[in-house]
């Protein structure tokens, strides 16, 4: 697309916002990022890749993680991570990935607190992806195979983690519609529709 814009999606687990990212990103012929952060992420730093995916959109306790980071660090034969690596300095390095991501390209980024991140630019569209329980639950089911009891087990720890994550680093509630620029209803739009909305808002801002 001609124009420069970035948007960045957060999602309850379950609502399908990996897929409309995807989906939103093949039509305006941009390119998605989600994992790919935590690889340039690792790249730029040096710091390997496996200590950004321990900590990828987890609640943050630095002592904790400090501590396990520095005991994995030894048996992987890098003595004194953990006199230093903490999920702060890890979500600095992330952070400074996604700002020249933003910069390079127009593009979609899942998740990682991007909104926050790049909150001072104006050519970025916050969106927040949500859907009814049952909704997400039968998502799971026919995505992974999973039991209704598993499904909801999964989501209640995953939704918990993510807003733990995003509550700790952002100014600004997780899934509150005013922490945001656009929410929308998966399960009530649906896929397709969700990706169409959000690809009509682009074309006009």
């Given amino acids: 697309m001609e124009k420069h814009i970035v948007i ?26 989600d994992k790919e952060i935590l690889k340039k992420a690792a790249e730029e730093s040096g710091i390997v890749e496996e200590l950004f995916e321990r900590a990828d959109e987890m609640p943050t306790n630095s002592f904790l993680y400090t501590l396990s980071v520095g005991a994995h660090g030894h048996a992987m034969g890098m003595p004194g991570y953990g006199d230093y690596l903490t999920n702060d300095k890890l979500f600095l390095f992330q952070s400074n990935t996604i700002r020249a991501m933003a910069e ?29 329980l049952e ?44 922490s945001y620029d656009i929410t929308i209803n998966s399960g009530k739009l649906g896929i397709a529709r969700a990706i169409d909305v959000l690809a009509g808002v682009c074309e006009h801002l």
């Fill in 104 to 132: 390079k390209d127009s593009c979609v980024i899942i998740g990682r607190c991007a909104d926050y991140i790049l909150r001072d630019r104006k050519d970025m569209l916050s969106v927040f992806i949500h859907a009814p």
């Fill in 135 to 178: 909704n997400r639950i039968e998502y799971l089911r026919n995505n992974r195979d999973l039991s209704v009891d598993a499904a909801k087990a999964l989501i209640k720890k995953s939704d918990r983690q993510r807003a733990n994550y995003y509550n700790f680093y952002a100014d600004s509630d997780w899934g509150a519609a005013s």
């Fill in 8 to 33: 960045c999606i957060g999602r309850q687990f379950g609502s399908g916002g990996q897929e409309i990212g995807q989906g939103l990103a093949d039509r305006l012929g941009i390119p998605l990022y």
